[in-house]
């Protein structure tokens, strides 16, 4: 039986998708430019707007923000969360300056039935 996932987890797993996919395109673009003329931060830009790499970042940085806002609602009813407030409010207010912090509550929030 196929286990259900929350909205915010599908809109997550969408926007990776597209995300990982555009990064792929833009890798491609990177190398044919590559092949013509040297990369330079103006050049490197116009590829990320072509390829669409941007939208699609910025479209992942929202679903995860949502994906995680979402876990830190449902899981303040979990035993867990009681047990270990401290911690994981440590981590959550981490977020913004601790890359490592984020990657894990993205992954926690991923299990989150």
Do not use: C
Request: aromatic content about 8%; overall charge neutral; hydrophobic content about 35%.
């Amino acid at each position: 039986m196929k286990l259900m996932k929350s909205k915010p987890q599908l809109e997550y797993d969408k926007a990776k998708t597209k995300f990982e996919e555009k990064a792929k395109i833009l890798q491609q673009k990177i190398e044919e430019v590559r092949q013509h003329k040297e990369i330079t931060q103006e050049v490197m830009e116009e590829i990320v707007l072509e390829t669409g790499f941007h939208d699609a970042f910025n479209s992942l940085t929202k679903a995860e923000n949502e994906l995680i806002d979402w876990s830190h609602r449902t899981i303040k009813h979990e035993k867990m969360y009681k047990d270990n407030r401290e911690h994981f409010d440590r981590m959550y207010e981490n977020l913004h300056t601790n890359p490592k912090a984020r990657a894990t509550i993205i992954e926690l929030a991923m299990k989150i039935r």
